[in-house]
């Protein structure tokens, strides 16, 4: 039988088994060096799916890719399906893994109370005229992942949607957050509403895994933190 005929293209694969579908599903991990590249090709040949192009050019270097990394343009070029536009795609994309690898990771700052969360907030808090609500996503060394806004509001108050706060908190995989909002009246001690909402924020992650860490207020002159005055439960 003519295989040509036969061979099924990777849209008429299972939706987990398409490298994109698959990244999307089950993270980049899961994905084979083989199907990265076919993303980067997007198509294959006349007699090749992108993956099946992509094992070819692994098994011309040795299915090493610092070799594939070393080629060329008109290298990559001499492989059928593969026109200047994908050639140029690997290379660029392998160069930038190149150039990750030499500058390493990113020395992230490590929050070790509330002083150092206040002085991650206070730029963002001071002197505001209505209420934000922030969330700092931190990793299993208290680290910080990131922080970002969930609610903005009046003179008065803010609201903040828990469900934000965590769906933030999964996305970036964190293990603690702290999260923080400040007052405009300038006035720290927290009020009903906001002991409430911190009771709920720390059973939800608690829920989830998640460790809450602390809930800081910032006003004009300072600070409260739920933490270090022990109203975190």
């Not at 089950?26 to 294959?44: K, T």
């Not at 609610?151 to 828990?162: E, L």
Request: with cysteine; proline share 4%; glycine share 8%.
């Amino acid at each position: 039988m003519n295989p040509i005929q036969t061979k099924l293209s990777i849209k008429s694969w299972a939706e987990v088994d398409r490298p994109r579908e698959k990244m999307r599903i089950h993270g980049r991990q899961s994905l084979s060096d083989a199907e990265l590249i076919a993303i980067l090709l997007g198509s294959g040949n006349k007699t090749q799916s992108a993956v099946e192009l992509a094992q070819h050019i692994l098994y011309a270097n040795d299915n090493n890719i610092s070799e594939i990394g070393r080629k060329s343009i008109p290298d990559l070029m001499k492989f059928p399906g593969i026109g200047e536009a994908k050639a140029v795609s690997v290379i660029a994309a392998l160069e930038l893994g190149r150039r990750r690898q030499s500058i390493g990771p990113l020395d992230r700052i490590k929050v070790r109370g509330s002083k150092d969360a206040f002085k991650i907030f206070s730029p963002l808090l001071n002197d505001l005229p209505y209420e934000e609500f922030w969330v700092l996503l931190l990793n299993q060394n208290n680290k910080v992942i990131s922080k970002h806004l969930i609610g903005r509001g009046g003179i008065s108050g803010t609201s903040a949607d828990i469900r934000l706060i965590f769906k933030s908190a999964l996305e970036h995989c964190a293990t603690g957050i702290i999260v923080c909002h400040n007052h405009p009246s300038g006035n720290v001690n927290p009020s009903r509403q906001d002991k409430q909402l911190t009771h709920r924020i720390v059973e939800s992650g608690e829920i989830l895994t998640i460790s809450v860490l602390d809930h800081i207020i910032i006003g004009d002159k300072g600070y409260f933190s739920f933490a270090d005055t022990g109203n975190l439960k």
